[in-house]
């Protein structure tokens, strides 16, 4: 009985997996819609969102039906693949096993299949997870930017010179690290498709470090503190395979002869003789803005 259960349940998995190959060739991926790898971080996909997002909002397409179509497509994806457990779902399983999934949740459809309990129940174990290859970055680069209290208080912006290392093309090819892929592989011909991870390729172009300098844009935005860093992502070092490290900038407040910074207050010095502190005084000074009495 309980292996013509298992066999039952098996072909359900197996015109599941047939369906949604099927649906899959004529459909484009939810990555191919965001142009990211399908091993891109959270952090590239939402560059990758921002990016397409702006180029077809409404607002600079008006009337533009392919502009709204794509729109919405790229809310779709980003939607999906900003869920680590819809993202987990649709890699595996595919888009109908994901509207499968939702209609479960909010209570159309009946009850939705978890496909991934029935893979543990034949093979044993937690299922199919999806394999993790962790992503190499190149270094961060750490540049202190001396300020003084007058810039900090008015904010300014300022040019600084940067060099850093540059991949660039070389002759010949290398051996390469590139990620795994999730193909489609029939089964047998004319028969069901299965999902497979395979490698992407053997060997890359060939590539080398090139050292280019440029002047940045450093924007010091009023009453940003001492050690506050600002952030230019991945401008840090590149790293082949990988991806390039962060520049940040390290605001270090330099000294000041009058006056002494804590948190947002301003502190000062100031020697008095003996009868201005038995009567009182009016002193002439000035800020980091104005004159005061």
Same mark, same amino acid.
Request: hydrophobic share 35%; net charge negative.
């Given at each position: ?66 502009? @709204?179509?794509?729109?919405? #497509?790229?809310?779709?994806?980003? &939607? !999906? $693949? ?5 993202? +987990? /779902? ?16 909010s209570g159309g459809g009946g009850r939705a299949m978890n496909v ?22 190149? @270094?961060?680069?750490?540049? #202190?930017?001396?300020?003084?209290? &007058? !810039? $900090? ?5 300022? +040019? /600084? ?9 070389a002759p010949g090819k290398r051996p390469c690290k590139c990620m ?40 010091? &935005? ?25 520049l940040k900038f390290k605001i270090r407040t330099t000294r000041n ?37």
């Amino acid at each position: 009985m309980a292996a013509r259960w298992r066999a039952a349940l098996l072909a359900a998995v197996l015109l599941l997996l047939l369906h949604h190959s099927v649906s899959a060739l004529s459909r484009t991926s939810y990555y191919d819609i965001l142009q990211v790898s399908k091993d891109a971080s959270d952090e590239q996909i939402k560059r990758a969102y921002r990016k397409l997002a702006l180029k077809y909002h409404p607002d600079k397409n008006p009337n533009n039906e392919e502009a @709204d179509a794509r729109f919405a #497509e790229i809310n779709s994806a980003y &939607e !999906v $693949l900003m869920d680590q457990e819809k993202r +987990k /779902v649709y890699d595996w399983y595919g888009e109908d096993a994901l509207k499968q999934l939702q209609d479960g949740r909010s209570g159309g459809g009946g009850r939705a299949m978890n496909v991934e309990h029935v893979f543990s129940n034949f093979f044993g174990g937690g299922g199919m997870e999806k394999e993790e290859e962790q992503i190499i970055k190149g @270094d961060d680069v750490i540049v #202190e930017l001396d300020a003084s209290l &007058e !810039v $900090l208080y008015m904010g300014c912006s300022v +040019k /600084v010179w940067r060099e850093k290392n540059v991949i660039k093309p070389a002759p010949g090819k290398r051996p390469c690290k590139c990620m795994n892929e999730i193909r489609q592989q029939e089964i047998a011909p004319g028969a069901f498709f299965f999902q497979i991870s395979e490698q992407v390729c053997e060997s890359c172009p060939n590539v080398k470090y090139v050292r280019e300098g440029d002047f940045i844009n450093v924007d010091i &935005e009023k009453g940003m503190q001492n050690g506050q860093e600002i952030l230019f992502y991945e401008d840090g070092e590149p790293k082949i395979d990988g991806e390039p490290g962060d520049l940040k900038f390290k605001i270090r407040t330099t000294r000041n002869e009058h006056f002494r910074r804590e948190g947002n207050d301003l502190h000062a010095a100031a020697t008095i003789s003996l009868l201005e502190a038995l009567v009182g005084f009016k002193k002439k000074t000035s800020t980091t803005s104005t004159t005061i009495w």
